[in-house]
């Protein structure tokens, strides 16, 4: 059986079998993994997870999607449809047995993969590593380094939590309907300690997002009223960076430097 895609919940499967044993070998699933899988779907990949991993629990928000999703799976004692968002997914409660962190995967809609990797973050002392179909683009955008144009507030943000890697490109044809774009599979690999050091996290952050808040213009002008003039000064002084330097140009350890003259 066959739904019709919903528009309104961002819906495209991915329907080719060759990209799908391949993002399952990308998965590098183990007996012992315990996988969160975001977007379940029809359970294609839901089942190839089963057969490679100990425990699968396949959140699906369409209730209607997730009765086939059960008929698909019926039998797999290692599958556990959860019928629900997954931004209100108790993620706490959901986990509270397992001791072992555990890998997400998904083909999540486009218009809600900040939100979603975010949500993610903020578990991530349960999570092992993320495996996320995302557009193109907006993966290039992640894994960006300093100096390059997709560089952003985001990559610093995706950066500081874990360690992106683009995976590889699946054609727009992968998938029903096609969606615009490309997609990429990223791996989002969750760090056991930040790669810098902080003493205000909040504000490092804020930092970050008012310098690319107006990229166009020089960090010291985008970070007025933020930072003092004579720190900023203080702070090009100190690391040899030109005053006139645009945000793009630093990275995380300049950023952290920054952070922490205000």
Do not use: W
Request: net charge positive; proline share 3%; charged share 30%.
């Amino acid at each position: 059986m066959r739904i019709k895609p919903k528009k309104s919940l961002g819906q495209n499967f991915l329907t080719d079998k060759n990209i799908q044993r391949k993002i399952i070998a990308a998965y590098c699933l183990e007996t012992s993994d315990r996988v969160l899988e975001i977007g379940a779907g029809y359970g294609e990949i839901t089942k190839l997870i089963a057969g490679n991993a100990g425990f699968v629990y396949a959140v699906e928000i369409d209730s209607q999607l997730c009765k086939v999703l059960r008929e698909n799976t019926n039998g797999l004692s290692n599958v556990e449809i959860i019928n629900e968002d997954i931004m209100k997914l108790d993620f706490n409660a959901s986990f509270k047995g397992v001791k072992n962190k555990i890998k997400v995967v998904g083909n999540i809609p486009y218009y809600i993969t900040t939100p979603i990797i975010e949500y993610l973050f903020k578990h991530r002392q349960k999570i092992k590593t993320v495996f996320l179909m995302v557009q193109k683009e907006f993966a290039k955008r992640i894994a960006a380094v300093a100096g390059s144009k997709e560089y952003g507030s985001f990559s610093c943000f995706v950066n500081y939590y874990s360690i992106p890697k683009i995976l590889f490109v699946v054609k727009k044809n992968s998938f029903t309907p096609a969606p615009k774009v490309d997609s990429c599979l990223l791996e989002l690999k969750i760090r056991e300690s930040a790669p810098v050091k902080v003493k205000d996290e909040e504000l490092f952050f804020k930092v970050i997002r008012a310098g690319f808040n107006k990229r166009r213009k020089t960090l010291r002008n985008s970070l007025e009223g933020i930072i003092s003039p004579d720190k900023l000064r203080e702070f090009f002084r100190e690391n040899n960076i030109d005053s006139n330097v645009r945000p793009e140009r630093l990275n995380l350890i300049d950023f952290a430097r920054l952070a922490d003259k205000a």
